[in-house]
């Protein structure tokens, strides 16, 4: 590495990078400091208390919508990948490489088209009148509309999980792809069946795509908003719906920036855990 | 043969709630829902008439071009410095450039606006979206581009410079062509996400609102349904419509770079 070389280059990152410190960096810094200021009705009084984290801590609703927030991510990421992960060993393992592409392309597309407009059509699909309860009425199979399947949690989940899709598929194709065919040769020549070859050698290399499509989806989940709204009725409301309560409706930013912090940490914190769980993991078998 | 039954299931998963939308946009009923009643075009004809909608849609065309050009800009940077040189801190910087990827948006919205709002206490405008838009948008320009910059030779542009061109001219000549469809690619992926935008839109624009924030207005209204069911109609067949030329360009810019296709551009 030459001192050209590199200076040439942190020049060429420069932009992007003091574009995401001003715009990224500097705001998470004043969301932390903004959460130990109060409101005092239509002013922020600037001195630093730990009086949002003392409310946050002692009103139970708060620790209740952390809870549910952090059970529904990982109901929908449990979920998301393990339903992906044939999708993508599939493509991986029995789509010609020509037509990978195609079908990656086919998976990202629903992601990419209007987010609010597909989450209300779950709610079209899922509704009393909607498509699921009259198709079961219509085949006889039911006779009143089923309700349990909207306004409440597994409603937010079915949602979500299908939103989180092709985030969940691509990790773990990426790993399927790096795996060396001729492993699975030379464990098949060594006796081992085609499933015990899959439980012994492609699943457990495919371990770090798994754990990547986990993170991602479980850090933008904790933080969704429209689904919850639309989908959670009162019973399936989640963190980010109190954050925007408070930040827009309440007149509340400061516990509102607490609240995001909080949520912030406890999905850091869960990453964080799951990351060292895979190093472990990942040394224990080399 | 049961994983591509699995496979294909899962594609009609992932298409149902689409598939849907053009029905109820062409359904003559104003409840959303089965059995259907008879075919219009008249929800599609209220689109033309109303005026609200019109400046919405106005707003986001120019957040969203501004977040094509500017994060692309932002991307083509990070992009070539990534794949051209080393330099100190490489993995943390571009880590943390690409940290908005997985960051939850609410986070990032809510962020800027507490600085925005309460720290520089300015107003909130279009521009305080783009600002975001560029933000989020930058990761998946250079997701997109890196495929495109991966195999370039440096030497190629010192090749250029020896021979007489400047730095600017070398890198005009040289390294954009080749790289040129995945710019067109980046370009049309990051209009498509801003046009998209929910969360971040909706706690950053001041007075006028963004497609997706009117239409968030709209989904209180039952009457007005059928409406966002064309809208979302046209809105749809317009992204998948940018989607597929940007995957051509990308593949095409995969393939001018000598790069072995992986697929997937995230």
Not at chain 2, 13 to 35: E, H, K, R
Not at chain 2, 85 to 110: N, Q, S
């Amino acid at each position: 590495m030459t001192s050209s070389e590199s200076g040439r280059g942190l020049l060429m990152v420069s932009p992007p990078l003091v574009y995401a410190l001003l715009l990224l960096a500097v705001p998470l810094g004043a969301i932390v400091l903004f959460s130990f200021w109060t409101q005092d009705f239509m002013t922020v009084d600037t001195t630093l208390t730990l009086n949002n984290y003392r409310e946050l801590a002692e009103k139970p609703i708060y620790g209740a919508l952390l809870g549910r927030s952090v059970y529904v991510s990982a109901c929908v990421t449990v979920v998301t990948v393990i339903a992906a992960y044939p999708v993508a060993y599939f493509v991986s393992f029995h789509v010609r490489p020509a037509r990978k592409s195609l079908w990656l392309f086919l998976i990202t597309i629903p992601f990419w088209t209007s987010y609010l407009i597909r989450v209300f059509l779950w709610k079209v699909i899922l509704g009393y009148n909607g498509v699921v309860n009259s198709g079961l009425i219509n085949a006889g199979l039911i006779e009143e509309p089923l309700t349990f399947i909207l306004y409440n949690v597994n409603a937010v989940i079915i949602a979500l999980a299908h939103a989180f899709a092709p985030f969940a598929i691509l990790p773990i194709f990426v790993a399927l792809e790096k795996i060396d065919r001729s492993l699975l040769e030379a464990s098949q020549d060594l006796g081992e069946s085609k499933l015990m070859t899959f439980l012994r050698v492609t699943l457990p290399l495919s371990v770090p795509g798994v754990v990547a499509a986990v993170l991602i989806v479980f850090i933008p989940t904790i933080g969704d908003y429209v689904t919850p709204e639309l989908m959670g009725g009162a019973g399936g409301k989640l963190v980010a719906n109190m954050i925007q309560t408070q930040f827009l409706a309440l007149n509340n930013a400061p516990l509102g920036a607490a609240l995001a912090v909080v949520a912030m940490l406890s999905v850091t914190a869960i990453s964080l855990v799951l990351i060292l769980l895979n190093r472990r993991w990942l040394r224990g078998r080399t | 043969m049961s994983l591509r039954i699995y496979a294909i299931a899962y594609l009609v998963f992932l298409y149902a709630p689409i598939a849907l939308l053009p029905i109820f946009a062409f359904n003559d009923a104003t409840i959303i829902a089965f059995p259907l009643s008879g075919a219009t075009t008249k929800w599609f004809g209220e689109l033309w008439t109303t005026t609200a909608l019109h400046a919405a849609l106005k707003n986001s065309l120019f957040i969203a071009c501004m977040t094509a050009v500017l994060s692309t800009l932002l991307g083509i940077c990070a992009a070539r410095a990534g794949a051209m040189y080393r330099f100190p801190a490489k993995a943390g910087i571009m880590g943390f450039i690409m940290l908005p990827l997985v960051l939850p948006e609410i986070i990032v919205a809510v962020s800027l606006l507490v600085v925005v709002v309460q720290i520089l206490d300015l107003g909130l405008s279009n521009w305080t979206i783009i600002t975001a838009h560029v933000l989020i948008c930058t990761p998946f320009s250079i997701a997109i581009l890196n495929g495109a910059f991966q195999n370039l030779d440096p030497s190629m542009e010192e090749a250029a410079m020896d021979l007489g061109e400047s730095r600017f001219s070398a890198f005009r000549l040289v390294t954009l062509p080749p790289v040129m469809p995945g710019i067109v690619a980046s370009l049309l992926i990051t209009f498509t996400i801003s046009l998209d935008e929910f969360i971040i839109a909706f706690f950053l624009s001041g007075s006028e609102p963004t497609l997706p924030v009117y239409i968030w207005g709209l989904l209180r209204f039952p009457k007005s349904l059928p409406v966002v069911m064309a809208l979302g109609t046209l809105l749809v067949a317009l992204s998948i419509l940018l989607l597929t030329i940007a995957e051509i360009l990308r593949r095409r810019g995969m393939s001018r770079a000598g790069v072995n296709d992986k697929g997937g551009f995230l």
